[in-house]
């Protein structure tokens, strides 16, 4: 971020390398658009190999998803979903110049984010608890498929990994949320809010897909 | 801003907020789709296809609308696309490999 500039008015001024605003704005975006693409092959490795591990061993992944809470899985995909339509609306409320709106709406999103953790939380207690956990740390002893500990190490490695990106996309809407409160944003410029946006909904997007396959389908 | 004389050739896109509102619902009610077809429909073999499937429509929605491809130009949905690209590429590869040395137990046993 070293070539953006700020006034005394804290209003935004393009860096001079770019054409104008607008080509400032789409070539931050373009680059965090690269960003996804590495986000979607890190996370694309685990899918890949949990399908085919759940076409090896269908039923370990059945009764692994039974030992999941499917109703905290599913409360914390509501909980995505409202997070993702308020960064969404934030972002909305920019363009329009609705700053105390907009201001609500980073709030929000980042209770929701708060919300999916202490649910999690509360899921990986009662896993750790019961020993339901990857490889050699597993000590469940009602496990029926020999392979369980496999499924723990998918749900461990996934779930956890995804973990990390909504306390990571919790911290950069926190720091969107600074600079909003300061008054960096308005409807010409608003480039931090839409590249922090975007990374907030890829991990709404990975979530839509790691809620059927652990908890539904298993 | 104003001092550029190439401003305003451009401007941002506005997402109306009925659409934003639209998709969350729409969303949600896919989300209740497919916690009452995977918990309360016994599909059998078709559960993971059909989960897969809604779960596909829910992330079009959110790439489309929330991360606002709809509206962008072409180079950001090919950058984007290339990533789902190479994850076929590894998939099938992988895939391939597996399932081309049977009997398939046998590797990991």
């Not at chain 1, 308020?86 to 909305?92: F, G, K, P, W």
């Not at chain 2, 550029?4 to 659409?19: L, R, T, W, Y």
């Not at chain 2, 296809?49 to 609308?65: C, E, G, H, R, S």
């Not at chain 2, 049977?102 to 046993?109: C, N």
Request: aromatic share 16%; hydrophobic share 50%.
């Amino acid at each position: 971020m070293s070539t953006v500039n700020q006034t005394a008015k804290g209003e935004h001024h393009y860096a001079h390398h770019f054409r104008d605003a607008m080509h400032e704005f789409l070539t931050s975006k373009e680059g965090i658009w690269v960003f996804m693409v590495t986000e979607i092959l890190m996370f694309g490795g685990l899918f890949v190999g949990y399908f085919i591990f759940h076409a090896l061993y269908p039923e370990t992944f059945h009764e692994g998803a039974s030992h999941l809470a499917w109703k905290m899985g599913a409360l914390n995909t509501v909980v995505l979903i409202a997070s993702s339509w308020t960064m969404a609306l934030s972002i909305h409320y920019i363009q329009r110049g609705l700053n105390s709106k907009a201001t609500m709406c980073l709030i929000i999103t980042i209770l929701c984010g708060f919300i999916f953790m202490i649910v999690k939380y509360f899921e990986y207690t009662s896993k750790i608890q019961h020993g339901l956990l990857p490889g050699k740390f597993f000590h469940y002893h009602e496990a029926v498929s020999q392979q369980l500990p496999l499924y723990f190490g998918f749900y461990f490695c996934m779930t956890g990994l995804h973990g990390i990106h909504v306390v990571l996309g919790m911290s950069l809407i926190g720091w969107v949320l600074y600079r909003h409160l300061k008054g960096e944003f308005n409807p010409h410029y608003f480039t931090a809010v839409e590249g922090v946006g975007i990374f907030w909904h890829i991990v709404d997007l990975i979530w839509i897909f790691l809620f059927p396959l652990l908890y539904l389908v298993g | 801003m104003g001092q550029n004389a190439n401003h305003g050739h451009e401007e941002h896109h506005i997402i109306p907020f009925s659409i934003l509102r639209n998709v969350c619902l729409a969303l949600l009610v896919l989300t209740i789709l497919t916690v009452f077809t995977a918990k309360f429909i016994h599909l059998g073999v078709l559960a993971t296809p059909v989960a897969f499937l809604i779960a596909f429509v829910k992330a079009m929605l959110v790439m489309a609308y929330f991360m606002g491809l709809k509206y962008e130009g072409n180079g950001n949905r090919i950058i984007f696309g290339t990533g789902f690209f190479f994850l076929a590429v590894l998939a099938f590869f992988c895939v391939l490999d597996i399932w081309t040395r049977l009997p398939v137990q046998d590797i990991f046993s």
